[in-house]
């Protein structure tokens, strides 16, 4: 089974073969399929300088007789189906990388001005917890306190940063016809799960060391009689 | 009763730096009859700020031991202190320390939330406070939207929530203008009349210590004299003037 079709200048004798016809992708102008040709990677990929912007990727119902009759009777372009796939996993990778790194400078920064915000407040978290031990605020209530104000800074931006990243992943998964497989599920999942465990080890060391600081800055139990609140 | 004692009570600091010591107070022996209203003054550096730190059991002597309502006070327990800290005592500062992100209302709940209490018995007892103090009308607010006065009224407020015996104030009309320390002395006056507390007042203001039962002058980190009230307030106003002036002179004595 072969057949000969033409685009502009070129003229190429293809078989086709029946399986390639399950998923087509090709150039849709208005509602109707017109000017589709199967074509090699060599041979698409010098066409595509000519018409990238006019190359849409839509699906063709399996085995549809009618599209199939129209592909080998009419003046059509066929475009085959791996380099279409390749192309547009190649923008839509792009794109997630893109966004990947984005995503991650602003981690990074928002982790430099947490850090900064929690160092420069310090002085007035000291005398704040001063005061509140004071007025009989006990340890285990201090302790209490600073977690639940390091959750808010830390843990909440998780919140609402993760379920908003799925989000982003799933919607570009479905608009993308499936171009996503299995490898770049993975790839974002376990990115993911690396950026969730930093924030969480970050969290956790910032909050210990803030505590032992805190500890020794608003109690200090001398021996031999020192101040047990400094400058309050 | 006695509801305080201090016995030998001496506090040294160490200077950061050359770890010289600095002398806070020095054998100080003091007793307070609970509902007594007691003022603390001497110039700075005298050692009265010390002496109420340690009373208030937020800072440790050197030597000596203090007693609140005949217990003596250990600084091994940190927990047991803070309780005592919560129930016991009540402090009222120079500076308020108001908490800026919390209304007036959460402000005076504070010690009762620490203490336990539930919400809604915490809510009642500030608003009751409150209309005593004359401050339910700004009890929504934030401190940073209420005067100094307001401020010291809500700090007493605060200070008498868990219904502590003993209210401690340093320097509590120190920041205020005359009116506002007029209301503040009105309300140190019904914490010690009508609520029963026994409240010491660390100043240096002869007007507020006028007010009081008792004024102690300390100099150089001992007791220097001790005067009482014939409750005629004008006539212990100008004695502690007197005392001020005789006590200032025997240090210009001493100096020529």
Known sequence: MGTTLSFEALTVKFTIKEDKYQILFGRQLSDELTNILVLNDQTFNSMLDQNESTVEVMLIKENDSAVLNKIKTEDMVIYDKTVLITLCKGEDVFVFLTFLIIGSISILCSWFILFIKIMSEYNHLIEKYKFLSIIGMNEAQRKKSIVSEFKLIFVLPLYISTPTGIMYFLITYFQSSSVYQLKEISTFLGYLTILILIQFLFYISVKKNFLVKLNKDVVLNNEGGGTYFENI | ?256
Do not use: W
Request: with cysteine.
């Open chain 2, 1 to 256: 009763m006695k509801i305080f004692n201090a016995i030998k009570l001496t506090k040294e600091y160490r200077n950061s730096g050359d770890r010289k010591k600095t002398m806070g107070i020095m054998d100080i022996d003091l007793e307070i009859d609970s509902g007594d209203f007691i003022a603390v003054m001497g110039k700075s550096g005298s050692g009265k700020s010390t002496l109420l730190k340690i009373m208030g059991t937020i800072d440790i002597p050197t030597s000596g031991y203090i007693l609140i309502k005949g217990d003596r006070v250990s600084y091994n327990n940190s927990e047991k202190l803070a309780m005592m800290r919560r129930r016991e005592i009540g402090f009222i500062f120079q500076d308020f320390y108001l908490i800026n992100t919390l209304s007036i209302k959460e402000n005076i709940m504070l010690p009762m939330i620490l203490d336990g209490k539930d919400g809604k018995v915490a809510s009642e007892i500030t608003k009751k406070n409150a209309a005593y103090f004359d401050i339910v009308n700004i009890i929504a607010k934030y401190p940073y939207e209420i005067s100094g006065g307001e401020k010291q009224r809500v700090a007493i407020c605060r200070a008498l929530s868990n219904n502590p015996d003993i209210i401690l104030a340093d320097e509590p009309t120190g920041n205020l203008d005359s009116y506002s320390t007029k209301k503040v002395i009105d309300s140190l006056l019904m914490l010690n009349q009508e609520y029963k507390k026994t409240v010491i007042v660390v100043t240096h203001d002869p007007l507020l210590a006028s007010f009081c039962k008792k004024a102690i002058f300390l100099k150089d980190g001992k007791i220097e004299r001790e005067i009482e009230s014939s409750d005629d307030q004008q006539e212990f106003h100008k004695r502690i003037l007197d005392t001020i002036i005789d006590i200032d002179s025997s240090f210009t004595e001493k100096a020529t």
